[in-house]
């Protein structure tokens, strides 16, 4: 999606693992499969994640280069003006057409309640669904598909958060077997090149 000399992106396909679970797969994730590619294609630079997307997210994932260079460019996901956007779909019609959830969430490694800052507003109804446009401030683990189901609205087909017989009416009715939450934009201040880029799928 895109390139420079310090970052790559990339359209990370639903099903494949950012980082791997376990180190003997590391070939089969999306950070090992990027650096075979490197490998393969005699590029002068190994890539490596700078964010992660959950297993069963797409869109729009950021590599780094070269390891002079990774402290500048994680300073990209600690910055307040980087903006992640999603597009997700959800059970339900939520009564206010856009809005803000705030509800706390667990920490990544711990049962502590943090602060989880999630932005939204319905962009088509579809029957029983709606596609929603997601905006996050806080980078918390399922932090859209937790805060959908706070309130009412799971993720469709979100095995883990979800409803599991509305999920299995999904399936039966409508052939459906995949969740969709993707990631439609990154942007963000380029910390080397001092510029402002935008990435999109």
Do not use: C
């Not at 003997?24 to 997307?53: I, T």
Request: net charge positive; no cysteine; glycine share 6%.
């Amino acid at each position: 999606l895109y390139e420079d000399e310090f970052l790559i992106a990339i359209d990370k396909p639903a099903g494949i693992e950012s980082t791997p679970s376990k180190p003997e797969l590391e070939s089969k994730s999306v950070q090992g499969k990027m650096q075979w590619w490197a490998k393969k294609d005699n590029k002068d630079f190994k890539p490596y994640l700078l964010h992660r997307l959950d297993l069963r997210t797409s869109g729009v994932l950021l590599l780094g280069k070269f390891p002079r260079d990774r402290e500048k460019l994680e300073s990209i996901f600690k910055d307040k003006s980087t903006s992640k956007k999603y597009h997700a779909l959800i059970k339900g019609v939520p009564k206010k057409h856009s809005g803000t959830i705030t509800i706390p969430l667990d920490a990544r490694h711990s049962k502590v309640k943090v602060p989880a800052i999630t932005h939204y507003r319905v962009v088509k109804k579809m029957g029983p669904v709606s596609v929603v446009e997601v905006r996050i401030e806080t980078g918390r683990k399922h932090q859209i598909r937790q805060h959908f189901a706070l309130i009412g609205h799971p993720l469709a087909l979100d095995s883990e958060h979800g409803d599991k017989k509305f999920n299995g009416t999904l399936k039966q009715k409508f052939n459906m077997r995949h969740m969709f939450l993707r990631a439609v934009e990154l942007r963000f201040r380029h910390p080397i090149l001092e510029k402002e880029i935008t990435i999109k799928v």
